[in-house]
């Protein structure tokens, strides 16, 4: 168990629609970080939240867009979904000042765009 | 641009053999390597890391290691164990960030 919490675990869109995703992590983890994570792929940075403004960003256009909330939990929104946008989207975190590599993941959020 | 790579795509091996997974890298200045395992519908979970300034790390059964000079990672797990059967990513870091390379399955046999 890494404490890690997302939701929904799996959910379907079409084109053009916006969708959610949620995070909870635990309490010392103030850094949360996104991933893309396409079939048969490495995962894929897309952003860091730290202290509930974004701390970095990966290669994904401004639909892509996240929140971080003073409980340890954030968001994952994407808006005018793409079909290439069907993908594993994972949740990490770490703990605050680590600076390793250890990253804690959730189990993701895999969703499918028709 | 950057990159972390994988030699090969699937790996098979005897339950009780030793597995070596390979991972090529090109971002020199990397803090940090690391071993994940990403089990069938499971996030990646961490195994094992290694600092820059370091060539060989050991676990409990896993042990990595890290060549600077042809910058080429391992992944070395004794005694393999059906549990063991997963996809290995390598990853590299330079500030909380991660790069995955693109993993390698490790499928183990009774």
């Known amino acids: 168990e890494t404490g890690v919490t997302q939701s929904p675990t799996h959910l379907i869109k079409t084109r053009g629609q916006q969708v959610t995703l949620r995070c909870s992590s635990q309490?010392?983890?103030?850094?949360v970080s996104w991933y893309q994570q396409a079939l048969g792929q490495g995962p894929q940075f897309i952003f860091q939240?730290?202290?509930?403004?974004?701390?970095g960003r990966g290669n994904f256009p401004p639909r892509f867009s996240g929140l971080q909330f003073p409980n340890y939990s954030s968001e994952l929104n994407v808006n005018a979904l793409e079909l290439d946008d069907s993908a594993l989207y994972l949740c990490?975190?770490?703990?605050?000042?680590?600076?390793?590599?250890?990253?804690?993941f959730g189990e993701g959020s895999r969703l499918t765009v028709l | 641009g950057e990159s972390v790579g994988l030699h090969l795509p699937t790996l098979s091996v005897q339950e009780g053999d030793n597995s070596i997974i390979n991972c090529a890298y090109s971002?020199?200045?990397?803090?940090?390597f690391i071993w994940y395992k990403q089990e069938s519908g499971k996030g990646p979970q961490f195994i094992i890391d290694?600092?820059?300034?370091?060539d060989k790390r050991q676990g409990q059964r896993v042990t990595v290691l890290l060549n600077k000079t042809v910058k080429h990672l391992s992944l070395q797990i004794a005694a393999t164990q059906p549990g063991d059967s997963a996809v290995y990513f390598c990853a590299e870091t330079g500030y909380s960030t991660l790069t995955f390379g693109k993993g390698t399955m490790l499928l183990v046999s009774p």
């Open positions: 290694i600092r820059s300034n370091m």
């Open positions: 990490a975190t770490e703990v605050t000042g680590a600076r390793t590599g250890e990253l804690f």
């Open positions: 939240y730290y202290r509930e403004e974004e701390n």
């Open positions: 971002n020199s200045a990397s803090d940090y």
């Open positions: 309490s010392g983890h103030n850094t």
